[in-house]
């Protein structure tokens, strides 16, 4: 699969963020169509929901290694206003804090790394 063939298809997206010492902050969910390709500035996914009626834009790392064949079905997560009947790709990410929060004001960092296994998905 290249980063072009991912045009146009739609997406469910699974995140799940750690604190410094590997312990889970929290997890969201996304879903949409992805919009752009760029081998350097990542792949761009147009986000829908049910909860509000804008499509803002949520830009992933260029690595396919966290795409994979989604199963038919129907995906919903009321939490998150995720709604989406037969993606094409589940897409997931373990996003870990890199540094504390600092008093200068300057920025958390993180870094992302794919999920190599492909998700479960329950019945």
Same mark, same amino acid.
Request: proline share 7%.
């Given at each position: 699969m290249t980063l072009e063939e991912l045009l146009n298809k739609?997406?469910?997206? @699974?995140?799940?963020? &750690?604190?410094?010492? @590997?312990?889970?902050?929290? $997890?969201?969910q996304h879903a949409g169509k992805v919009i752009k390709v760029d081998a350097e500035m @990542?792949? *761009?996914? $147009?986000l829908h929901s049910t909860l509000t009626q804008e499509t803002p834009e949520f830009i992933l =790392? =260029?690595?396919? +290694?966290? /795409?994979? %064949?989604? =199963?038919? @079905?129907?995906? %919903?997560?009321?939490?998150s206003g995720v709604d989406i009947e037969n =993606? +094409? &790709?589940?897409?997931? /990410?373990?996003?870990?804090? *890199? $540094?504390e929060t600092r008093s200068d004001g300057q920025h958390e960092w993180w870094e992302w790394a794919p999920n190599l296994q492909a998700p479960s998905v329950g019945s």
């Open positions: 739609t997406c469910l997206i @699974g995140l799940s963020y &750690f604190d410094l010492n @590997g312990d889970a902050l929290k $997890q969201t @990542g792949i *761009t996914v $147009q =790392p =260029p690595n396919l +290694d966290a /795409w994979y %064949k989604a =199963p038919a @079905g129907h995906y %919903k997560h009321a939490a =993606p +094409d &790709f589940l897409v997931t /990410w373990d996003i870990h804090r *890199t $540094q």
